[in-house]
């Protein structure tokens, strides 16, 4: 099965700077890869994807990029502000045989912006 | 309606016991899920339902028993629990399988306790 590697676990960053959460996967054929935040207590929020026909996409401070050769991912969040804070996690999908496929999680990146 | 809902938001059972939790959408989509959820950890893939039919079963042991009656609601039902299956139960949904519909939307979840 589809097996997601994330990094890092931890990420501290000064509000206003950049942060950069990076993932691998290991199915080639996954089409899809989300990510989520979810604040503690509360439930995961999706708040960017992209599609395997894609190489980037922006939201606002929020961008993806994928890389399908190297079988990589990453999220970028610019000018962070402290509400960014909470656990991001990525994902992938792996092909549908037909039916609805789930999603496989990273571990998560515990992601604190200092003041 | 534009979200998932999950009652009850926190149940506490005995290993004897049977519980249900219940998970209801009514934005027409016809794939829902079940995840697990330990604390720390990123969600787990339980169950998949498509268009009503279980499409996807994670080697779930059978304690745990899926049923969707009709297409907005994906009920689980639960009996002789273990103290290890303490965690957040999370439903999702999603349009559709198809490649254009993939984004799953997470309810808040259930906190299950099992005493």
């Known amino acids: 099965g589809e097996n997601v590697e994330q990094h890092p676990s931890t990420l501290s960053v000064q509000e206003g700077d950049s942060a950069v959460i990076k993932c691998t996967y290991s199915d080639s054929a996954s089409n899809y890869f989300p990510w989520y935040k979810q604040e503690l207590g509360k439930r995961p929020q999706l708040i960017i994807d992209i599609r395997s026909n894609v190489g980037e996409k922006k939201d606002q401070r929020i961008a993806v990029t994928l890389n399908k050769t190297a079988k990589h991912f990453s999220l970028h969040i610019t000018e962070t502000q402290p509400e960014d804070s909470a656990v991001y996690f990525c994902a992938a999908r792996p092909p549908s045989g037909g039916g609805a496929d789930g999603l496989t999680f990273g571990k998560g990146t515990h992601l604190i912006i200092q003041p | 309606d534009t979200e998932v809902t999950q009652t009850p938001k926190h149940l506490v059972m005995g290993m004897t016991n049977k519980k249900s939790l219940k998970c209801e959408q009514h934005m027409g989509h016809r794939a829902m899920y079940w995840y697990k959820q330990k604390a720390k950890k990123p969600p787990e893939l339980m169950f998949v339902?498509?268009?009503?039919?279980?499409?996807i079963n994670e080697s779930v042991p059978s304690r745990f028993s899926p049923e969707c009656p009709n297409s907005s609601l994906l009920n689980l039902h639960l009996h002789a629990l273990q103290p290890e299956d303490s965690a957040l139960y999370l439903c999702?949904?999603?349009?559709?399988?198809?490649?254009?519909?993939?984004?799953?939307?997470f309810g808040p979840g259930t906190r299950l306790t099992v005493t």
């Open positions: 999702a949904s999603s349009l559709t399988p198809r490649v254009s519909s993939y984004e799953q939307y």
């Open positions: 339902y498509s268009y009503e039919k279980l499409s």
